[in-house]
């Protein structure tokens, strides 16, 4: 009996682990989605209007949802209080307390747009938006094709190894 419980749990945990793999997968591909229709809106209020940074922020956190929104409005609590800390720290702090499930590429892009926003002029902000929304539109792209080949591999995998567990232990 003990044996049968601790392969069901093995093969529980297993199948957990698949599809945990799975949710990372298409966890990255929303939060990109995400980031892009943000800063999307951003570059857009760049183009008609030059606001302050954190109406700008908060703006991009009203615009989208999940880990995004909490990016964006942490992002524009801190550019409202920066006490002397460069923006760029507040923006890197804001995404690694936002939760975004993003890659190191990924990251990279948000650290470069970071670097830009808040520091010149509208027109070099805009396009400092502009080549991170292309380049962060790809990475989602790359990021959905890899979800679509590795998620079935990952829940299969995850479900195989479940299947075999419980045949070895029974």
Do not use: K
């Not at 615009?63 to 524009?76: I, P, S, V, Y």
């Not at 804001?94 to 027109?123: C, F, I, K, N, P």
């Not at 094709?145 to 079935?152: E, F, I, K, P, S």
Request: proline share 2%; glycine share 12%.
């Amino acid at each position: 009996m003990i044996r049968m419980v601790g392969a069901v749990l093995l093969a529980a945990g297993s199948c957990a682990l698949g599809l945990s793999a799975v949710g990372h997968l298409e966890g990255r591909v929303r939060d990109l989605r995400d980031l892009v229709a943000g800063l999307e809106v951003m570059e857009r209020e760049l183009a008609w209007r030059l606001p302050p940074l954190p109406e700008l922020l908060e703006r991009a956190a009203q615009a989208t949802g999940g880990h995004a929104a909490q990016f964006f409005r942490l992002c524009a609590q801190g550019a409202g209080h920066l006490n002397g800390r460069a923006f760029r720290q507040v923006w890197t702090q804001g995404e690694e307390a936002s939760g975004l499930r993003l890659e190191g590429t990924d990251r990279l892009l948000l650290e470069q747009l970071g670097a830009v926003l808040g520091r010149y002029d509208g027109d070099s902000q805009r396009q400092a938006l502009a080549g991170a929304v292309e380049r962060l539109e790809q990475q989602r792209l790359q990021a959905q094709a890899q979800r679509q080949r590795l998620g079935r591999v990952y829940g299969t995998l995850g479900i195989a190894a479940g299947a075999l567990l419980i045949i070895l232990l029974v």
